[in-house]
């Protein structure tokens, strides 16, 4: 059987050892799935008031990123939590 160029890459990386087995798969599934959940949930609406500078540049970063600007405000909110 052929392999594709990503299926190789794929068995390469297995056989060099990068893989490694997840203790309590179900559990770390759950917990992400949870995490996925969260993520969007939309419950609230919020309005705010930025610079078109500062809403550009967002703009061309989640561009860069492949995801809706929203997302990339939403990760950035989550990367610098307030208490």
Avoid: C
């Avoid at 390469?12 to 179900?26: A, L, M, Q, Y």
């Avoid at 969260?38 to 609406?45: L, S």
């Amino acid at each position: 059987m052929k392999l594709s160029k990503d299926e190789k890459e794929l068995l390469d990386s297995v056989e060099r050892g990068e893989w490694r087995t997840i203790p309590n798969f179900k559990k770390e599934a759950q917990r992400y799935q949870e995490y996925a959940k969260a993520t969007f949930r939309k419950d609230r609406r919020v309005n705010i008031r930025i610079s078109e500078k500062d809403l550009v540049n967002i703009q061309k970063r989640a561009l860069q990123e492949g995801l809706p600007y929203q997302t990339l405000i939403h990760r950035l909110r989550r990367l610098h939590r307030f208490s």
